[in-house]
């Protein structure tokens, strides 16, 4: 995981560096694995996400700041559809993560409904929608944000990546093609 804050010289960037430092400390090296549910959770006060990441060695926590707050500049998104192996990759799996994570507590959930919530997403990625989803693939980008740095159009790059892959697995797999692809995969 990086070090370097995404917002040099800001109230938020110095939070931001103080929790990775945390991170570092606790894990023993810049490597720390934030493993949600395992290790890091999300809680939300509020519109507040808050994320703590808890070891034998004690307990990191971080209110997050919205998706917005958290980019920095305005780098393009720059990434084929073929390579997933990028330096977007953390912001790619943080939104496949979110999914994989709401779709553990909703076996309903289908691609069509995904497929659905992403375009909004795209559209201005810190909307507030009354879905498990959209708030499990919010708030891992959040986590992703204040730990890598970012802008808006990577993340929504990233949000327009992950969104043609679900039209692909939907078309060739199914009504749940693309969920089924990743459950093992994240």
């Given amino acids: 995981m990086p070090t370097n804050s995404p917002h040099a010289g800001s109230q938020e960037s110095l939070l931001n560096k103080q929790f990775v430092l945390k991170l570092e400390e606790f894990a023993g090296s810049d490597k720390a694995a934030l493993r949600v549910g395992h290790n890091t959770f999300f809680t939300h006060d509020g519109d507040a ?15 997050l700041g919205s998706i917005e707050d958290l980019c920095e500049g305005s780098a393009p998104f720059e990434s084929s559809d073929e390579d997933w192996v990028d330096e977007f990759l953390p912001l790619l799996m943080a939104v496949e993560s979110g ?21 909004r997403l795209i559209m201005k990625p810190d909307i507030h929608l009354n879905s498990q989803v959209a708030v499990a693939i919010q708030d891992h980008l959040k986590l992703t944000l204040a730990t890598n740095s970012y802008s808006k159009k990577g993340v929504i ?12 697995h939907h078309a060739v797999d199914g009504a749940k093609g693309y969920l089924k692809f990743i459950k093992g995969k994240v």
């Fill in 157 to 168: 790059g990233a949000l327009r990546k992950v969104l043609r892959s679900v039209r692909r």
């Fill in 99 to 119: 999914i994989n994570r709401a779709q553990e507590g909703d076996p309903d959930l289908k691609d069509k409904d995904l497929i659905t919530i992403l375009e």
């Fill in 49 to 63: 996400t808050i994320v703590r990441y808890v070891t034998d060695k004690g307990t990191a926590e971080l209110a």
